[in-house]
């Protein structure tokens, strides 16, 4: 008997604490929250989630704080660093506790922004002034300011590269495999580094859709059953590079327990040739020679093999995190008078080496090779992100994620069964399944 | 590839009954409270509810609130963040028995399960030879016993560089004159070897303590008789050792398929289930946090549950837990 009520008991109170267990996530107001007009006026303490930690340890954010509060003097900026970004905020999303300037994690779908955080402005008023302000506009509204963006490339050992003698930037796919094959031949480094363990370098393939064509819409065309990795579409060409030269043996011998950071030191010191990723590495590639002793300024950043009616070279220009405002904060002016403050006045992403968020402002020191080449600048619209994401995630096939990739690196280097054509097919299905099943 | 909480958690419930005594009855005289008031008796009546209620609260918060809530996830389409949710019936269960890639990856069990079957050979052997007097002994019980002390990140972390191009087992080899060429990682069947590998180093030490544990509780005077009658130390093993310890290696076996359903940090550390070394369990990870499929990652979880538990059920109808019975 007693026993019999325990165990109900025990239900009773399972049952009871998962129903009031789901009732996360109240109604949130839509109102803008919006800088204060007089400095002066705003008022209270603000929370600022990031994944820098490293800058919040070595102090670099307080410092920013500081000149903050030189304009905003009754504001005090807190900054918590989350090492694991992406999973610790998603589950602080479930609560109102999630600070009051965050990252914009990237699960939550851009469709749910309006319930978690509050718009910043009109998208067309903001589109003028800020780039990638498309990616987080909700129904005309923008929910998040990119705190910078790249341009996207690969990073290679300029003399390295001028040992081997190729000194013109390749023009096409095949260019740059006979490229890297020179390299192999003449300098016996490895010509290009997958990063296959650590995984999410090969994210950075992705970031070429647009690159290839020099389409800003080339994501949005993505969304619907549109077969991407068919004859001719972008994804085929990026993925068909990585697969060649992963099958012509220009890769390093064992990709399985490659170590992203002490590829940094052997691209200083020319033990590999190059790398696909976007142009925040180069400041840290730099920083990587200069402790090894070797030349910073050998380190180079150049386009996608490919080039478009006119004959020029396309980057394409994506966003960084972006930065929103918590719509359950007490202190939304604050929180926005921040936000812009870090995003126009603060010099951060000059510091970093990244494509400012605001249009005006130049670009880099880092990307000056592209801008003396006269390299396109794809300003790629993510006005459809929120459905090719979806899409994405119904296939299971990732494109923002390392899997497929490394599959299809295996599959190149024959430890995994196939062609890479079937793969491709198999995609193309997977895609165009997900794309009919949302009903897009 | 097995884990010392459920250990615990068996023997503690088994133990639970035989400790506990009806207040009143038990003690000696004069240990009990003077007066019998309705007060008192109530008090009484409570008391072992009292000293339960931290316990059981814990219990309850820590895995009936989140099995809870996982079932109930798995009936939604839940993307781990969103608010709203949809309840969609079994939606998720059929995706999961209709969808032949989701079930291919148990292959990969096969391997560890290879692998426990070594790993609990090797644990009974060092087991027995310790179990007798012999010079270092306490020296070699702490080696055996120390992988099963690192935390497996660790261990994942150091093996990677075991395995990695001229790293440690390729330079191992050449000592030997074996010039090896082979990506231990880059090809499935090397790679799940490895793996699994790795996972007989960490938890032979587990093995080994449980099976020393109830070697010792043996009486020598068995082992005497059995010398005096010229038994040889196999006979021993056979005769002696092997039956008393029969439940100890049932639950090793039943910690050991269940294990090998369910491996998942070795793996993920040291390849992210990638080049076919996906697991159950990383890919019901991968579900929930790569594709925001929380839903049916809670279905896989619940999926995973019951097959343990089926396994189990079947294997203690096959081998039922007997009393270990010498004399």
Known sequence: ?440 | MTETTETAGVTEHRAAPSRRRTPGTGGGAGTGPRHHGPRGRLLRRATPWLFLVAPLVLLVTFTYVPVGNMIYYSFTDWDGVSPDRNFTGVDNYVQIFTRPEIFRVFFVSFYYLAASVAQIVIALYFATVLSFDLRFRNLFKGILFFPYLINGVAIGFVFLYFFQDGGTLDSVLSWFGVENDHAWLGDPASANTSLAGVSVWRYTGLNFVLFLGAIQSVPGELYEAAQLDGATRWQQFRYIIAPSIRPVIGLSAILAISGSLSVFEIPYIMTTGATGTSTFVIQTVKFAFQFNKTGLASAAAVVLLLIILLVTWIQRRLVPDEKADLV
């Open chain 1, 1 to 440: 008997m007693g026993k019999k009520t325990t165990l109900a008991g025990t239900f009773l109170t399972v049952a009871a604490l998962t129903v009031t267990g789901c009732g996360g996530g109240g109604a949130a107001s839509g109102e803008t929250a919006e800088a204060p007009g007089d400095p002066a006026a705003a008022s209270g303490t603000i929370t600022v989630l990031t994944q820098r930690t490293d800058l919040v340890q070595s102090g670099a954010m307080d410092a920013y704080a500081a000149e903050f509060n030189k304009i905003y003097p009754k504001v005090k900026v807190e900054f918590e660093g989350l090492t694991d970004y992406e999973g610790e905020v998603k589950i602080r999303m479930n609560t109102e506790d999630y600070g009051d300037v965050l990252m914009i994690p990237a699960s939550v779908s851009k469709n749910d922004y309006p319930k978690f955080f509050s718009p910043l402005g009109a998208a067309d008023a903001m589109a003028k002034k800020y780039r990638f302000s498309d990616k987080t506009a909700v129904d005309g509204k923008v929910y998040g300011l990119a705190q910078f963006g790249t341009a996207n490339g690969f990073v290679y050992n300029k003399a390295l590269w001028r040992k081997a003698g190729v000194t013109e930037w390749p023009a096409t796919p095949q260019e740059f495999l006979a490229g890297l094959e020179k390299v192999k031949a003449k300098t016996g480094a490895v010509p290009y580094y997958t990063n296959f363990k650590d995984g999410w370098p090969l994210v950075q393939w992705t970031a070429n859709i647009g690159s290839v064509t020099c389409d800003n819409y080339a994501t949005n065309k993505l969304a619907g059953a549109v077969s991407p990795w068919k004859e001719g579409g972008e994804l085929r060409t990026v993925d068909t590079l990585l697969h060649d030269i992963v099958k012509g043996g220009l890769s390093e011998k064992d990709p399985s327990t490659t170590n992203w950071e002490a590829s940094k030191a052997k691209i200083a010191k020319g033990e590999i040739g190059s790398m696909m990723l976007g142009s925040w590495s180069i400041t840290q590639m730099r920083d990587a020679a200069e402790k090894a002793g070797a030349d910073p300024a050998d380190i180079g950043f150049m386009p996608f093999p490919a080039k478009d009616g006119s004959g020029k070279y396309c980057a394409t220009l994506v966003s960084d995190y972006q930065q929103a405002v918590n719509a359950h904060s007490a202190h939304k002016e604050a929180a926005r008078a921040w936000i812009d403050w870090f995003t126009e006045k603060s010099g951060y992403s000059a510091k970093e080496g990244a494509v400012p968020t605001i249009k005006s402002a130049p670009m880099p020191d880092t990307l000056q090779d592209f801008v003396d080449n006269d390299v396109t600048f794809v300003e790629r619209s993510e006005r459809d992100t929120g459905a090719v994401n979806d899409i994405d995630n119904a296939a299971e096939i990732g494109l923002n994620k390392q899997d497929y990739r490394q599959k299809l690196i295996d599959i190149a280097r024959g430890a995994e069964k196939g062609s890479v054509e079937e793969y491709f097919a198999q995609l193309d299905k997977r895609w165009n399944e997900a794309a009919e099943a949302s009903g897009s």
